[in-house]
Nanobody, 127 residues
């Protein structure tokens, strides 16, 4: 299983960004996909998830109204569109999955003990 996140960078407060995570090594459309983030000095937290079919998703309260997760199963890619970015959104963003991801996402929960993680992409929100 390989997950490669990209799209991070430096953005001004109020700006927007779209992260991508491209997957390989497993049947992508059988798995929910999850975005996490970890800010400096803070614990990793779930940001958003989307079930395997793309039919439903869940966003953390901390980003609600400012992020949209989507997936393109034909491209084995999951996206995280973020708008109205704040300095507190500065973090390394990771995509993750495993065989339990659909369960947790459908239950509107995040599981930090996912089995498969990408390397992460750094998002810095600063003027």
């Amino acid at each position: 299983v390989q997950l490669q996140a990209s799209g991070g960078g430096l953005v001004q407060p109020g700006g927007s960004l779209r992260l991508s995570c491209t997957a390989s090594g497993f049947t992508f459309d059988d798995y929910a996909m999850v975005w996490f983030r970890q800010a400096p000095g803070k614990e990793r937290e779930g940001v958003a998830c989307i079930v395997s079919t793309g039919g439903s998703s869940y966003n953390a309260d901390s980003v609600k109204g400012r992020v949209a997760i989507s997936r393109d199963n034909a491209k084995n890619t999951v996206y995280l569109r973020m708008i109205s970015l704040k300095p507190e959104d500065t973090a390394v963003y990771y995509c993750a999955t495993d065989h339990r991801a659909d369960y947790y996402c459908s239950a509107r929960r995040f599981n930090n003990d996912m089995l498969y993680w990408g390397e992460g992409t750094l998002v810095t929100v600063s003027s």
